[in-house]
């Protein structure tokens, strides 16, 4: 029996081992998990998708990224930038693999660091006006075949107006704390309590209304509280427990 709990504990170390290779945010830290959509209502510029990847293994990792698929779109609205290079619109095509053809030093990245290289992607085609969403898919992976691959989906939806996509409207106070914050809310939100490395620390559900949160368990570092409203919004606030 306790062979059977060390080959149980030794797999489990493995395997949170093996999800903890990168992880992928916004320039601005907002986590990208996998199976996240991103959707926007706007063209161009105004509707940028930026990304950063960071390692969080004690090695050197060799990161790629995959355009699994599109819905909806002819490839002609592709903006995309990776991995410090700038791709213009139609270039790129669904199975394409960046950077493209062996080892690319500049996809490799030191362990504990952001490779920072200005990524983003941003969309361009309207579409027909009867046939949303556009969809954009894509996947970063490493090359070794380490960690978990994270695929998210870029969405352009015409019919959704800015009204539409406004965030959930709330308070939360203070954000730096070692004990309680507050959060206020005008309408009943799920949230999630992630930390820097996009991980589920602990999920809630909080009607309208003032609400105090215990954050006196957790670690002292940097956290990111997502809020998820009934018709999918989202809004993203920091807090730091010191």
Request: charged residues 15%; contains cysteine.
């Amino acid at each position: 029996m306790k062979k059977l709990y060390l080959t149980l504990s030794i797999l489990l170390i493995s395997i949170l081992t093996i999800q903890a290779q990168f992880t992928v945010a916004t320039h601005d830290g907002t986590p990208i998990n996998d199976g996240d959509v991103f959707t926007f209502s706007e063209l161009g510029t105004d509707a940028d998708l930026s990304f950063d990847v960071t390692n969080t293994s004690s090695s050197v990792i060799d990161m790629r990224l995959e355009y699994v698929n599109m819905t909806n779109g002819d490839g002609s609205g592709t903006n995309l930038c990776v991995f410090g290079s700038c791709l213009p619109p139609g270039v790129i095509h669904v199975g394409d693999v960046f950077p493209s053809g062996g080892t690319n030093t500049f996809t490799q990245i030191d362990p504990g660091e952001t490779g920072s290289y200005s990524d983003h992607f941003f969309n361009t085609d309207p579409g027909d006006g009867t046939n949303y969403p556009i969809d954009y898919v894509f996947r970063f992976f490493e090359v070794d075949g380490s960690g978990t691959p994270i695929t998210f989906t870029y969405r352009y939806d015409g019919t959704i107006s800015v009204e539409d996509m406004a965030q959930i409207a709330f308070k939360l106070y203070p954000t730096i704390s070692s004990d309680f914050v507050n959060l206020e809310v005008n309408e009943t939100v799920s949230a999630r309590l992630l930390n820097t490395q996009g991980q589920l620390i602990k999920q809630y559900s909080f009607k309208s209304g003032t609400h105090a949160i215990d954050i006196r368990s957790f670690s002292k570092q940097m956290y990111y509280l997502v809020l998820t409203n009934k018709k999918g919004h989202k809004s993203l606030s920091r807090i730091i427990i010191k």
